[in-house]
């Protein structure tokens, strides 16, 4: 019955576009560069006028979420992305983790997070390597990400939500929002306990309970999937 009058009054939203993007750069979990090729295009910010931003600021890179949401608004960008690396000695040699994040400028949170591996019989090719993942990882970042719809809460306080795109997964961590004239307001915090795609592939029923909630939460209120570093790079959270 919740579901029928959720299906029969849903409320749809558009996704939120990664159109425009700055890239920070590619760095160790102990915090030191790797060169690696910037993007470039009319898709990213160009990596000088990055570069002065993060001076202007008088930031040091790696940054947080928090930062780099803030950067990518100051260069009137959608996101800020980087690339971060963790080194593992191995056998035979070491296992290069490379993981990339693009954080929202207007969520302040990670909305994107992709991983590739590689193994190196020494560091000598460090650079390259690591230049090698970054331009997959660049090239595989979408140009959107889907948006779920809040339809009803439950007096339990569990959430129902729908979605026509993404891919939901019990478990994922949600973060809600409400969207005014362009303008996001945080809302709170919930994760998965329940997604079915409905027969024919075109609409997704999603439950979620509340894990951390700052304001009322109605219908038509949005949620987006959002991500946690691993626990070495967990500073830069």
Known sequence: MVWF????????????NLSKGTFIGAFTANGQAITVTAPSGKRWVSSEQVQREVLFRGWKAPLNSAQMAEMAKGLEADFAADVLISITKVR??????AILRC???????????????????????LEQAVDKLAQVLIAKI?????????????????????????DWKRGMKLLFFSETKGQFNLLGEG???????????????????PIEIKAAIRSGDKAIQIFKLPRE?????
Do not use: C, K
């Open 5 to 16: 009058l959720a299906i029969a009054t849903m409320v749809v939203a558009e996704p939120v």
């Open 92 to 97: 035979r040699g070491y296992r290069l983790l």
């Open 103 to 125: 954080v929202s400028a207007s969520l302040a949170s990670i909305t994107h997070l992709a991983q590739e591996q590689a193994t190196l019989p020494s560091l000598d090719g």
């Open 142 to 166: 979408p140009n959107q990400v889907p948006i779920a719809v809040v339809q009803l809460r439950e007096s339990s306080g569990r959430f129902h939500l729908t979605a026509t795109s993404g």
């Open 191 to 209: 994760q998965i306990v329940a997604a079915n795609l409905l027969l024919g592939g075109s609409r997704w029923l999603i439950e979620a309970d």
């Open 233 to 237: 790079f967990a500073r830069w959270q």
